[in-house]
């Protein structure tokens, strides 16, 4: 049974989708508010957030940049705001998934299932990751490079594993967009040249001077180690 916390103001949806979720096999609990929903996201430590943008006392977005700061647990904004800037802009600051109202509680449900099964992974085929010095553990979410850790945020954390499980392969904007943004590809491919410069800082490196994320104009980009060796 999954422990799902609602973050939603609007007591016509809350209450229904509660009841439906909970048919549906969850344990929900509900906040109306940002703050108690913060409060209850780091008291109780759901298994995952379902969060509305348009709460009373706090943006949800903010709340979102709140949570990322001190748990990692899985979001999926849930709104009615569906300008592709604000998907793409929620999605940068960590949630896991973006639901559009009005949905049903069977697309919720659907969602939730899929990103629990996606941060849950299993050990046995997510193994650790090597790439020249870069060691990714997918299971702690952690990060060394050359044995020094590597702060990542979320989004970056997600970017490089997707990169390193491809090593001496050229993955496209698109597949990145899809894979590791969950968004269509199409006007927001900026966000991922963005992250890759953060992440080249990150990892002691520039576009102009790689040593593991190396540009291919016009295709996508490569992780490789220095001098090919893996």
């Not at 969850?26 to 996201?41: M, N, Q």
């Not at 709340?63 to 990322?68: E, I, Q, S």
């Not at 490196?205 to 104009?217: F, G, I, K, M, W």
């Amino acid at each position: 049974m999954a422990r799902l916390l609602l973050i939603e103001d609007d007591l016509t949806i809350r209450t229904p989708l509660l009841r439906a979720l909970r048919e549906r096999g969850h344990a929900v609990a509900a906040a109306s508010t940002a703050l108690d929903g913060l409060r209850d996201a780091l008291d109780d430590r759901p298994d995952l957030v379902v969060l509305d943008l348009g709460l009373p006392d706090l943006d949800g977005g903010e709340l979102l940049r709140m949570l990322r700061a001190v748990s990692p647990v899985p979001v999926i904004v849930a709104t009615a705001r569906d300008d592709e800037a604000e998907i793409v802009r929620m999605l940068d600051a960590g949630a896991d998934d973006y639901l559009v109202k009005p949905f049903t509680a069977a697309q919720l449900d659907a969602r939730a299932r899929a990103v629990l099964r996606r941060s849950a992974g299993d050990p046995a085929t997510d193994p650790v990751l090597v790439v020249g010095g870069l060691r990714i553990d997918p299971r702690a979410r952690q990060v060394t490079l050359d044995g020094a850790p590597v702060e990542l945020t979320p989004r970056e954390f997600d970017l490089l594993h997707h990169l390193a499980g491809r090593p001496g392969q050229v993955v496209t904007k698109r597949e990145l967009l899809t894979e590791v943004w969950r968004i269509p590809y199409g006007g927001a491919d900026k966000t991922v040249d963005v992250h890759l410069s953060w992440l080249r800082r990150k990892l002691g490196e520039s576009a102009q001077d790689p040593r593991y994320l190396h540009t291919v104009r016009g295709v996508g980009v490569r992780l490789d180690a220095p001098g090919g060796v893996r």
